[in-house]
């Protein structure tokens, strides 16, 4: 069933104050929060690049959880990616006709939820189950990443929250169970050619 969700009627005013708010911030605000909106992604795959090569020297379980991180990323996009096809919610910016940051996406490029936020807090995440500290640094820029896509006008505030749900609890499930049966994957794999990204020679 495709519910084709009308956001407007959600949250719509608060988005609108958040538009405009934007457009009336300084330039050099609104040009690190765009570029942070479209590149900052890039952050949470070298904060998983970081968690895995840590990982390593702690031995090949840990190194087994650190390496699942990206499938779990995967997964939770996959998640995301079905929900817009079945909520199918015009983008704000279409609804709503008002200028933003960002260029409005063209009609069925569908906004909840929010995929940013979702990879997001996937990522977030799972780094927790790897590293608390690179973990609690990966929650600060995901809540920033949910935040910069409202007010470049991607989307709705109920979407990027939705992502952020959609993220977190997809990685939470995936690692959790993962984490059960990492110790037996990791003696299986060692003793395979993948040992080296395992542990540390």
């Not at 457009?23 to 929060?33: C, F, G, S, Y």
């Not at 991180?69 to 817009?84: H, I």
């Not at 505030?157 to 992502?163: C, N």
């Not at 794999?189 to 040992?195: D, G, I, K």
Request: aromatic share 6%; hydrophobic share 60%.
């Amino acid at each position: 069933m495709i519910l084709a969700l009308d956001g407007s009627s959600v949250d719509g005013p608060a988005y609108t104050d958040v538009v405009n708010l934007a457009r009336h911030a300084p330039a050099w605000l609104n040009d690190t929060v765009s570029a942070w909106s479209t590149y900052g992604l890039a952050l949470f795959a070298v904060l998983m690049t970081i968690g895995w090569w840590r990982a390593r020297r702690a031995g090949a379980t840990a190194s087994v959880t650190a390496l699942a991180m990206p499938f779990v990323v995967v997964v939770a996009g996959g998640v995301d990616a079905a929900l817009k096809l079945l909520v199918r919610e015009d983008r704000p910016c279409q609804s709503l006709r008002v200028a933003t940051l960002e260029a409005c996406p063209a009609p069925g490029d569908w906004s909840f939820p929010s995929n940013h936020a979702a990879i997001a807090a996937a990522a977030a995440v799972a780094l927790l189950f790897v590293s608390r500290r690179l973990g609690a640094a990966a929650a600060v820029a995901a809540c920033a990443m949910a935040a910069s896509r409202v007010w470049v006008g991607a989307h709705y505030p109920h979407d990027v929250l939705a992502g952020v749900v959609v993220g977190a609890l997809a990685a939470l499930l995936v690692m959790s169970a993962l984490h059960r049966r990492a110790e037996a994957l990791a003696l299986r794999l060692t003793a395979t050619r993948l040992r080296p990204l395992l542990v540390a020679t």
